[in-house]
């Protein structure tokens, strides 16, 4: 992806470093139940297991990144830009108004409006906060652990928390998360993997703007595809059991991921990525 020297984003929170203490008798994060939407596999309706724990302290020594980690930090933020630019043009010709997120930067644990979270946990979106939060290691993790490689990779990984507060704005989590009280966890499995499925596409709109405005190089949109099928539930179960059970799926399938991803990247429009009401995901 061409990205450097282009413009990077105003709405980056540095919090590396800092830690996250985590609150006594639950304090925001106790108080707002509100959906977190994880990037890798698990439930994300589940407030974070740290929550209700004992208090914590926050870290005051200096943090001194890579010069990897620099470079990775300023890329992220140019993406985030490039999503500003897309969606709030996206949203101007919807009539409409892009309120535009905070991106939380963080090392090992971070607080926000769904909770305390460990890096485990994998990038997330709080609704409750208007903020995604990443911590720059994962990006080591999709070229190791998922052996999905290159820039374009992480920028799907943005791209797509930046989908679901897309989502947040357009009211879709706010219909979806009472369903977590009304349906079995089965049924409502399937409402979460809809809801991913989804992210994906608005993510794929983002790459087709991208490539509209000359940002792609030969072979992103590979590795794009390529992390999408890495982080399918048949891909992350099979690798970390076994085996697959497809009953338990809250993200979709390998296939399922590239294939709205596509159709988003094909479409670059907010319309036909209506996954609640697919026929055929």
């Known amino acids: 992806m061409e990205w450097k020297g282009r413009k990077t984003s105003r709405n980056v929170e540095d919090r590396r470093g800092k830690g996250g203490a985590i609150v006594a008798g639950g304090g925001i994060g106790g108080i707002l139940i509100v959906l977190l939407v994880a990037f890798l596999g698990g439930d994300p309706g589940v407030i974070m297991d740290q929550l209700g724990g004992s208090s914590g302290t926050t870290s005051s020594q200096p943090y001194e990144a890579t010069a990897e980690e620099e470079e990775l930090a300023e890329f992220v933020s140019v993406v985030l830009a490039d999503t500003e630019d897309v969606w709030t043009e996206v949203f101007a010709e919807e009539g409409m108004e892009y309120v535009e997120p905070t991106l939380v930067l963080y090392t090992g644990s971070v607080e926000s409006a769904c909770g305390t979270a460990g890096a485990s946990v994998g990038p997330f979106y709080c609704p409750g906060d208007y903020k995604l939060y990443i911590d720059l290691s994962f990006y080591n993790e999709l070229q190791t652990q998922f052996q999905a490689p290159g820039d374009f990779a992480m920028a799907y990984v943005v791209a797509h928390e930046v989908g679901h507060h897309v989502q947040n704005l357009l009211g879709v989590m706010e219909e979806v998360q009472p369903l977590r009280n009304q349906l079995s966890e089965e049924e409502y499995n399937k409402v979460q993997v809809r809801l991913e499925l989804q992210a994906d596409y608005l993510s794929g709109v983002w790459a087709h703007h991208a490539q509209g405005m000359g940002y792609l190089e030969e072979g ?36 399922q991921r590239q294939r709205w991803f596509k159709k988003g990247f094909k479409s670059g429009n907010l319309k036909d990525g209506d996954t609640f009401n697919a026929t055929d995901l």
């Not at 590979?222 to 085996?243: C, F, K, P, W």
């Open 220 to 255: 992103d949109l590979q590795e794009a595809l390529t992390a999408a099928s890495a982080v399918g539930d048949d891909t992350i179960q099979q690798r970390s059991r076994g085996y697959v059970v497809p009953e338990s799926f809250t993200h979709g399938s390998s296939e």
